[in-house]
Structure formats: structure tokens, C-alpha cells
């Protein structure tokens, strides 16, 4: 994912700073323990969507 793109998206709920992990094609919010699904690098963001991540790497 382009780091321009990750200066620009927030966390859908909480508006926070997202983190990319690539290997799990994933956004986190540390803040709301969020994970959004990144489908082939495409930021895929639904509320509905989102799973949390319990601090895994």
C-alpha cells in the first residue's frame, strides 16, 4: 500500500491513525482494536466488515 494512502485513511469508528500489515492484507486501529481486510492492497473499509485484532502481529 502506498504510504501516501495511509497518511490519508482513518479508522471508520474512531477516525485514528491506521497501520498497514501486509502479510495479513489488513488496516489496524490500535485505539478500537480493529482490523479492515485489504483485498489485493485495496483499502476494503466497512464498519461491517472490520474484525478485531487482539493485538496480533
Do not use: W
Amino acid at each position: 500500500m502506498d504510504h501516501r494512502l495511509l497518511e490519508i485513511v482513518a479508522c471508520l469508528v474512531c477516525k485514528g491513525k491506521l497501520y498497514c500489515n501486509i502479510e495479513r492484507q489488513e488496516l489496524i486501529c490500535k485505539s478500537d482494536t480493529l482490523a479492515y481486510f485489504l483485498p489485493d492492497g485495496i483499502p476494503f473499509r466497512l464498519k461491517s466488515e472490520a474484525c478485531y485484532y487482539f493485538g496480533r502481529n
